[in-house]
C-alpha cells in the first residue's frame, strides 16, 4: 500500500513538472495577492477590476490566479513563494505591508518579475514599485467640498496615520483652502480599512456635530448611505459608489489599475521588462474621477477645471505657498514639494482642526 | 443632538444585544459555541439576499433567523450528537461561515440593499429627548428589548428555563431525573443560532444596507465576550451592550470635538472597559462560580 502511494506520488510530481514548462511556454502566467477579499468593493475589488482588464486585453495569451485576504507578514511570504513556484511570470503583490516578503521571495527567483504596490523597496533587478497619486483626487474633492458646504466645514473619516492617508488629508484642505481659506475640517481617526457598521458611526458622530459634507479614506459604501439618510452629501471611496447613494455621492476617486497592469503584463510578454518606481497619476489614467453629481453648475465646472488643471497641465497639489499646521512655511510660493517628502509625510497643513496620532 | 446620538448608541448595541443574548441561553444550557461570528455573518449575507431578491425585508429576516438556526444545527449534530470538541467545533464554524458568505456574498456585492424601516409610534416618538429613541427605531431594536424580557423570563420564572438550567450545571444529575439533555441543547443551540442569524440580518438591513463580505468584522467574539461579561444574566448583557455601544459612539465623539487623546486609545477603550468589568466582577470568585453554567463545555455522553 505505502509503496502504491509512493508511486502515485511520483507520477503526479513527474506530471507537474512535465506540465509546467508547457503552460509556460505559449501562455505568460500573470499573479496577484491581495489583502483583502475581492468583494470589499473598494481597494483590492479594484485591483481584481485590474485583473480582469487584462484577461480580458490578452484573451488567451495570458493566464491569471490570484490569492485574497492574505494576511502581511510570514502568510504573505508563504503566497508569494507558492505563486512562484507555480510557475507564474509576474507577481503583484497590492499592500504596503508585503514589501519584505517580496524582496526575499525575489531573491529566490531572479527569472520572476515582481511589482510591489505602495512600498519603495526594490533590493533586488527584479522588484519594481508602482502607486497611484490618489491625492491628486483628493484635492478636487477639496474644491468642491468648499463650495457644498454652508458652514465651511467637512468631516474626515479616516483609517490609519500613515502617509498615504495623511497627505490625502492635506491635498483634501489644500482643495478647500484654494476656495475658502478659512475652511476647517474635523477627522475622525476608524482605525480600521474596513468595518462598515464602524465607518456609518463615525460618519453619523461627524454628522452629529454640525458638519455638513463629508469624505472619507476607508473603504466601505457605509458612511455615505448615512450621509444619504440625513440629507448631507459625501464623497465616496476607490470605487465610484453612486449605485448606493444615487441623491448623495458628489463624486469618487476611482483607483484604476488596468491599464497599468495591462502595460507591465505586456512587458513581460515582450521581454522588455525592466525595474522601475511609478506613481501614476490623473495623466496617466491611473486616478480617474467619477463623474460629477449632486452638485450645482458652476461647482462642477470649477471642479472639472481643477481636474483638468491636474491632468493636463501637470499641475501638484503641493505647490507653495503651502504652511504646516503650527504655522511654519513648509513650501515656498511656487515651489512643488518633492516627491519623497509627500511620500513620507508625516504633519498637517494650516487649518487642520486634529492632532496626528503618532 | 442628544437624542441622535442615543439612537446611534442603540443601533452599535442592539446586534450585540440580540447575538449575545441568544449565546447566553446556549451557554447557560452547557454549551460554548464560539461559531456566533460564522452563525452571524451567514445571516447577514442571507438576509440580504432574500430582502433583496424578494424586496421584502421581512423575508430576509425569517431567511436570516432560519439560516442561523440551520448552522447551530449542524453544530449541535457535530458537539451534541457525534460529541467533538465543542471549542474546535465552533471555530469551524466560525470559519466555515465567513468562507460560504463569503462565496454566497459574491453576486451581492456593489448591490444597494432593503432598509427595513423604522416603526414610528405617534404621539409618543414627540416626547423630547428620548422620545424617538424609544418609539422610532427600527422593529428589530424593538425585538431585542423584548428578548432580553422574554429569555429573562423563561429562565428565571418558567419551569423549562428551570429545566435548561439544570442542564447546564449538572447535566448527569438532569439525565438521571429524566430530562433529554441532548433535546435540550439542541432547542437552545438553535435558539442561539437564530438570534445569531437575527442579528446579522440588523447589520446587513439596518445598521448599514448591503453586504459586504465579512461585515460582521469580530463582533460575534465582542457577543461572546458580553455573556461572560454579563455572568450569564440577561439583564446585565442589556447594560453591557449598551455599556460597549457608549463608550465606541462616544470615543468618536471626543475625536470629533478634539479631545486631546490619542485616537488609537480611544478606539480601545470598549475592550478596555470591557476587560475592567470583568476584572471588577471576577473579584468574587464565589459569586462568579454561582452564576457560571457548571457544565459549560463539557461533553455529555449518557453512560449505557
Given at each position: 500500500m505505502k509503496k502504491l502511494v509512493m508511486a502515485l506520488a511520483a507520477s503526479t510530481a513527474a506530471l507537474a513538472f512535465t506540465a509546467a514548462p508547457a503552460a509556460a511556454q505559449d501562455k505568460t502566467k500573470a499573479c496577484w495577492i491581495y489583502v483583502g477579499p475581492i468583494g470589499d468593493f473598494g481597494y483590492s475589488y479594484q485591483h481584481h477590476q485590474g485583473l480582469l482588464d487584462v484577461e480580458e486585453h490578452f484573451g488567451d495569451k495570458v493566464e491569471t490566479a490570484y490569492l485574497e485576504s492574505v494576511p502581511e507578514g510570514a502568510d504573505a511570504e508563504r503566497a508569494i513563494e507558492r505563486f512562484a513556484r507555480s510557475g507564474c511570470d509576474i507577481i503583484f503583490a497590492t499592500s504596503f505591508g508585503f514589501m519584505?516578503?517580496?524582496?526575499?521571495?525575489?531573491?529566490?527567483?531572479?527569472?520572476i518579475k515582481f511589482e510591489h504596490a505602495t512600498g519603495f523597496k526594490r533590493d533586488h533587478p527584479n522588484v519594481a514599485t508602482y502607486n497611484s497619486r490618489f491625492h491628486e483626487g483628493r484635492y478636487v474633492q477639496g474644491v468642491i467640498a468648499a463650495q457644498i458646504s454652508e458652514k465651511g466645514e467637512a468631516g474626515y473619516i479616516a483609517s490609519f496615520p500613515i502617509p498615504e492617508v495623511v497627505m490625502g488629508i492635506n491635498a483634501f484642505m489644500l482643495g478647500a483652502q484654494s476656495v475658502n481659506p478659512d475652511f476647517k475640517v474635523k477627522i475622525v481617526w476608524a482605525n480600521t480599512w474596513f468595518d462598515a457598521g464602524k465607518e456609518?458611526?463615525?460618519?453619523?458622530a461627524l454628522l452629529d456635530q454640525g458638519v455638513d459634507v463629508i469624505t472619507q479614506h476607508t473603504d466601505s459604501t457605509a458612511p455615505l448611505q448615512v450621509a444619504g439618510e440625513r440629507g448631507i452629501k459625501g464623497f465616496g471611496q476607490a470605487s465610484d459608489m453612486i449605485k448606493f447613494a444615487p441623491d448623495t455621492q458628489l463624486t469618487s476617486i476611482v483607483d484604476d489599475w488596468g491599464p497599468y497592469y495591462i502595460e507591465r503584463v505586456q512587458a513581460v510578454m515582450d521581454g522588455s521588462w525592466e525595474q522601475q518606481d511609478v506613481w501614476g497619476g490623473m495623466k496617466d489614467g491611473h486616478v480617474?474621477?467619477?463623474?460629477?453629481?449632486?452638485?450645482?453648475?458652476d461647482v462642477k465646472a470649477a471642479a472639472e477645471a481643477v481636474e483638468a488643471k491636474i491632468r493636463d497641465e501637470g499641475f501638484n497639489p503641493f505647490t507653495g505657498p503651502v504652511y504646516k499646521q503650527d504655522g511654519t512655511l513648509w513650501l515656498e510660493e511656487g515651489e512643488v514639494a518633492p516627491d519623497g517628502d509627500v511620500l513620507s509625510i508625516n504633519f498637517y497643513v494650516k487649518g487642520v482642526d486634529d492632532q496626528l496620532p503618532n | 443632538m442628544f437624542e441622535s446620538v442615543l439612537i446611534t448608541i442603540a443601533t452599535a448595541a442592539t446586534p450585540l444585544l440580540i447575538a449575545a443574548i441568544g449565546e447566553l441561553v446556549v451557554e447557560r444550557s452547557g454549551v460554548l459555541n464560539l461559531g456566533v461570528e460564522g452563525m452571524m455573518v451567514m445571516g447577514a449575507v442571507t438576509g440580504f439576499g432574500v430582502a433583496i431578491t424578494t424586496g421584502s425585508p421581512w423575508l430576509g429576516v425569517f431567511a436570516a433567523i432560519l439560516v442561523g438556526a440551520a448552522f447551530a444545527l449542524l453544530f449541535g449534530f457535530l458537539t451534541l450528537t457525534l460529541v467533538t470538541n465543542q471549542v474546535a467545533t465552533g471555530l469551524a464554524l466560525t470559519l466555515l461561515g465567513l468562507g460560504v458568505s463569503g462565496m454566497i456574498g459574491e453576486a451581492f456585492i456593489g448591490l444597494p440593499g432593503v432598509k427595513m424601516s423604522p416603526w414610528v409610534i405617534p404621539v409618543l416618538s414627540d416626547i423630547p429627548l428620548v422620545g424617538r429613541f424609544l418609539f422610532a427605531q427600527a422593529p428589530l431594536f424593538?425585538?431585542?428589548?423584548?428578548?432580553?424580557?422574554?429569555?429573562?423570563?423563561?429562565?428565571?420564572?418558567?419551569?423549562?428555563?428551570?429545566?435548561?438550567?439544570?442542564?447546564?450545571?449538572?447535566?448527569?444529575?438532569?439525565?438521571?431525573?429524566g430530562i433529554r439533555v441532548i433535546a435540550v441543547r439542541y432547542a437552545a443551540v438553535m435558539f442561539g443560532g437564530a438570534c445569531a442569524g437575527l442579528a446579522g440580518a440588523y447589520l446587513s438591513l439596518v445598521y448599514t444596507p448591503q453586504w459586504i463580505e465579512n461585515m460582521t468584522a469580530g463582533r460575534g467574539w465582542i457577543a461572546l465576550a458580553l455573556v461572560v461579561f454579563a455572568s450569564w444574566r440577561p439583564w446585565r448583557v442589556l447594560a453591557g451592550a449598551y455599556l460597549f455601544g457608549a463608550v465606541s459612539i462616544g470615543q468618536l465623539h471626543a475625536q470629533v470635538i478634539g479631545v486631546s487623546v490619542p485616537s488609537q486609545l480611544l478606539s480601545a477603550l470598549p475592550y478596555v472597559a470591557t476587560i475592567v468589568v470583568l476584572v471588577l466582577i471576577s473579584r468574587n470568585r464565589r459569586l462568579t462560580m454561582v452564576n457560571t453554567p457548571a457544565c459549560l463545555g463539557r461533553p455529555f455522553v449518557p453512560a449505557r
Amino acid at each position: 500500500m505505502k509503496k502504491l502511494v509512493m508511486a502515485l506520488a511520483a507520477s503526479t510530481a513527474a506530471l507537474a513538472f512535465t506540465a509546467a514548462p508547457a503552460a509556460a511556454q505559449d501562455k505568460t502566467k500573470a499573479c496577484w495577492i491581495y489583502v483583502g477579499p475581492i468583494g470589499d468593493f473598494g481597494y483590492s475589488y479594484q485591483h481584481h477590476q485590474g485583473l480582469l482588464d487584462v484577461e480580458e486585453h490578452f484573451g488567451d495569451k495570458v493566464e491569471t490566479a490570484y490569492l485574497e485576504s492574505v494576511p502581511e507578514g510570514a502568510d504573505a511570504e508563504r503566497a508569494i513563494e507558492r505563486f512562484a513556484r507555480s510557475g507564474c511570470d509576474i507577481i503583484f503583490a497590492t499592500s504596503f505591508g508585503f514589501m519584505d516578503p517580496v524582496q526575499k521571495v525575489a531573491a529566490k527567483f531572479p527569472d520572476i518579475k515582481f511589482e510591489h504596490a505602495t512600498g519603495f523597496k526594490r533590493d533586488h533587478p527584479n522588484v519594481a514599485t508602482y502607486n497611484s497619486r490618489f491625492h491628486e483626487g483628493r484635492y478636487v474633492q477639496g474644491v468642491i467640498a468648499a463650495q457644498i458646504s454652508e458652514k465651511g466645514e467637512a468631516g474626515y473619516i479616516a483609517s490609519f496615520p500613515i502617509p498615504e492617508v495623511v497627505m490625502g488629508i492635506n491635498a483634501f484642505m489644500l482643495g478647500a483652502q484654494s476656495v475658502n481659506p478659512d475652511f476647517k475640517v474635523k477627522i475622525v481617526w476608524a482605525n480600521t480599512w474596513f468595518d462598515a457598521g464602524k465607518e456609518a458611526d463615525a460618519a453619523k458622530a461627524l454628522l452629529d456635530q454640525g458638519v455638513d459634507v463629508i469624505t472619507q479614506h476607508t473603504d466601505s459604501t457605509a458612511p455615505l448611505q448615512v450621509a444619504g439618510e440625513r440629507g448631507i452629501k459625501g464623497f465616496g471611496q476607490a470605487s465610484d459608489m453612486i449605485k448606493f447613494a444615487p441623491d448623495t455621492q458628489l463624486t469618487s476617486i476611482v483607483d484604476d489599475w488596468g491599464p497599468y497592469y495591462i502595460e507591465r503584463v505586456q512587458a513581460v510578454m515582450d521581454g522588455s521588462w525592466e525595474q522601475q518606481d511609478v506613481w501614476g497619476g490623473m495623466k496617466d489614467g491611473h486616478v480617474v474621477m467619477a463623474p460629477y453629481t449632486n452638485m450645482p453648475d458652476d461647482v462642477k465646472a470649477a471642479a472639472e477645471a481643477v481636474e483638468a488643471k491636474i491632468r493636463d497641465e501637470g499641475f501638484n497639489p503641493f505647490t507653495g505657498p503651502v504652511y504646516k499646521q503650527d504655522g511654519t512655511l513648509w513650501l515656498e510660493e511656487g515651489e512643488v514639494a518633492p516627491d519623497g517628502d509627500v511620500l513620507s509625510i508625516n504633519f498637517y497643513v494650516k487649518g487642520v482642526d486634529d492632532q496626528l496620532p503618532n | 443632538m442628544f437624542e441622535s446620538v442615543l439612537i446611534t448608541i442603540a443601533t452599535a448595541a442592539t446586534p450585540l444585544l440580540i447575538a449575545a443574548i441568544g449565546e447566553l441561553v446556549v451557554e447557560r444550557s452547557g454549551v460554548l459555541n464560539l461559531g456566533v461570528e460564522g452563525m452571524m455573518v451567514m445571516g447577514a449575507v442571507t438576509g440580504f439576499g432574500v430582502a433583496i431578491t424578494t424586496g421584502s425585508p421581512w423575508l430576509g429576516v425569517f431567511a436570516a433567523i432560519l439560516v442561523g438556526a440551520a448552522f447551530a444545527l449542524l453544530f449541535g449534530f457535530l458537539t451534541l450528537t457525534l460529541v467533538t470538541n465543542q471549542v474546535a467545533t465552533g471555530l469551524a464554524l466560525t470559519l466555515l461561515g465567513l468562507g460560504v458568505s463569503g462565496m454566497i456574498g459574491e453576486a451581492f456585492i456593489g448591490l444597494p440593499g432593503v432598509k427595513m424601516s423604522p416603526w414610528v409610534i405617534p404621539v409618543l416618538s414627540d416626547i423630547p429627548l428620548v422620545g424617538r429613541f424609544l418609539f422610532a427605531q427600527a422593529p428589530l431594536f424593538y425585538i431585542s428589548i423584548l428578548l432580553v424580557i422574554g429569555v429573562s423570563y423563561f429562565l428565571f420564572s418558567t419551569r423549562a428555563g428551570l429545566t435548561l438550567r439544570s442542564v447546564g450545571d449538572n447535566h448527569d444529575s438532569a439525565h438521571a431525573l429524566g430530562i433529554r439533555v441532548i433535546a435540550v441543547r439542541y432547542a437552545a443551540v438553535m435558539f442561539g443560532g437564530a438570534c445569531a442569524g437575527l442579528a446579522g440580518a440588523y447589520l446587513s438591513l439596518v445598521y448599514t444596507p448591503q453586504w459586504i463580505e465579512n461585515m460582521t468584522a469580530g463582533r460575534g467574539w465582542i457577543a461572546l465576550a458580553l455573556v461572560v461579561f454579563a455572568s450569564w444574566r440577561p439583564w446585565r448583557v442589556l447594560a453591557g451592550a449598551y455599556l460597549f455601544g457608549a463608550v465606541s459612539i462616544g470615543q468618536l465623539h471626543a475625536q470629533v470635538i478634539g479631545v486631546s487623546v490619542p485616537s488609537q486609545l480611544l478606539s480601545a477603550l470598549p475592550y478596555v472597559a470591557t476587560i475592567v468589568v470583568l476584572v471588577l466582577i471576577s473579584r468574587n470568585r464565589r459569586l462568579t462560580m454561582v452564576n457560571t453554567p457548571a457544565c459549560l463545555g463539557r461533553p455529555f455522553v449518557p453512560a449505557r
